[in-house]
């Protein structure tokens, strides 16, 4: 096996499935929409409750929202201007969620900020509560608060914070641009964290077909206390937490356990820039970098306002050069597709790809020929055809029992599977199930 890399995963590396090479080259713009739809639940965890009211002037970076709980976030105002509706929109999951509208003034005026200081002289007690009060979490998609998964618990421990910035999502770059041009913040972030947590070892992982920011992240790293940045095979799930740990490390993540368990945390590239910004500047988390491409005519990554609506993303790349048949919220192995493009760029926004009608067919299924390449593509160590077996027969039980709720949902087996068989989406729909008889259970 490899030197830094993982069993299993598949490698989409030719450009057509890959497809990073039109963007990975562009450096951040940024885009300032009319108005933005902020919704109150960006993250995993109970959505925050609204603190303004319409007709209110707010400044940008004021908190609109307050936390409802431990794993919940305070949402703040990503543009100044006038609260002009505080209503319900259907975005990517479930049902209606709250969004509080803002009509942006362009004055751009800040509320009043609460830095720290630099990350090596600020006091370390205070890094996790800014971390929480600017409503920081996962951005490379999963969306889990960071000052949770920074709060370790009585009897256990962390020794190695690893930066993720494999970044091996299909077509996006939005992480690659951000090591290239923000590489000295997002150490800071990373030595932010370490002395929060009094770990001494920090690592920067990166797919080794990211040369330039490989190298930028070196340049930063340089002279910063227990800061290394480790080349990663590229290898698709590289930046799944389990995979990443491992290829990092050589630790396994117990089963049905976090990774903590194995005395490690995992952060993206884009939130150790966040958390920097939070402690050195006191800035609340507002805007993000996203890759759009697709049917568009200007590809680009865009640093983006939270509640930034689609469509307006779009236009700002030209417009679209195709009609729309698909638009998928991130990458094409893991994203959701989005039901139109009034959906509105939240905290784990990092891809807008936008397919014609002919990419974004769907194959039909066909028979399993039993060839066994979705068993050795699994990152996992699963039994695909098993599991899907029981999933078309509705067999929860036999499905868990199978280790259905242990599937990452990295379409590893999909990719490969020359039947062309649904085996990650009926994953999905059966732990969503489980997952919903265990709550009718509880109550």
């Given amino acids: ?140 998609g999963a969306t889990f608060p960071t000052h949770v998964k920074l709060t370790v618990g009585e009897g256990k421990y962390c020794d190695t914070i690893i930066l993720n910035g494999a970044e091996c999502e299909t077509h996006v770059t939005c992480d690659h641009r951000l090591m290239i041009e923000e590489s000295e913040r997002i150490v800071d972030g990373l030595r932010a964290a370490m002395r929060a947590l009094g770990v001494k070892r920090g690592v920067i992982g990166i797919e080794d077909n990211k040369p330039d920011a490989i190298a930028a992240m070196q340049r930063a790293a340089e002279g910063r206390e227990g800061v290394e940045v480790m080349p990663l095979f590229t290898k698709y799930p590289q930046g799944s937490e389990k995979q990443l740990i491992y290829s990092v490390t050589g630790r396994e993540v117990p089963s049905k356990k976090l990774p903590l368990d194995a005395h490690v945390i995992v952060i993206n590239v884009g939130t150790a820039k966040a958390i920097a910004d939070a402690v050195i500047e006191g800035k609340p988390l507002i805007s993000r970098v996203t890759t759009v491409k697709g049917c568009v005519k200007e590809p680009a990554n865009l640093r983006l306002r939270m509640g930034t609506i689609v469509a307006d993303a779009i236009g700002e790349c030209g417009g679209y050069t195709d009609e729309a ?95 062309k068989r649904w085996l990650t989406a009926s994953f999905k729909n059966t732990k969503d199930a489980i997952m919903r008889e265990a709550r009718r259970a509880k109550k």
């Avoid at 048949?325 to 905290?347: E, F, H, R, S």
């Avoid at 996992?380 to 949902?409: F, Q, S, T």
Wanted: aromatic content about 4%; charged content about 20%; hydrophobic content about 35%.
């Fill in 1 to 140: 096996m490899p030197k830094h890399s993982f069993k299993g995963g598949v490698h989409p590396l030719h450009d057509q499935h890959e497809g990073k090479t039109s963007t990975s080259g562009l450096p951040i713009r940024e885009y300032i929409p009319d108005s933005v739809d902020i919704p109150m639940s960006m993250s995993i965890g109970a959505p925050a409750a609204p603190c303004v009211k319409v007709g209110d002037h707010v400044k940008l970076g004021q908190k609109i929202a307050d936390a409802t709980g431990f794993v919940s976030l305070p949402v703040h105002a990503s543009v100044s201007g006038e609260v002009t509706a505080i209503g319900t929109k259907v975005l990517l999951l479930g049902g209606p969620t709250t969004i509080i509208t803002i009509r942006n003034d362009f004055q751009d005026e800040w509320t009043e900020l609460e830095p720290l200081g630099g990350v090596e002289e600020c006091d370390p007690a205070r890094i996790v509560p800014a971390v929480q009060a600017a409503g920081i979490c996962g951005m490379g």
């Fill in 325 to 419: 048949g698909k638009i998928v919220m991130g990458g094409c192995m893991t994203g959701l597709c989005a039901p139109n493009d009034q959906v509105v760029v939240m905290k784990g926004t990092n891809g807008i790809l936008v397919f014609n009608e002919k990419d974004a067919r769907s194959y039909e299924e066909s028979p399993c020929i039993r060839c066994g390449r979705c068993v050795e593509a699994c990152p996992i160590g699963l039994n695909p055809y098993l599991m899907k077996h029981l999933c078309d027969k509705g067999d929860l039980k036999g499905a868990e029992a199978n280790n259905v709720m242990e599937c990452i949902v990295c379409g590893s087996c999909s990719y490969v599977c020359p039947a």
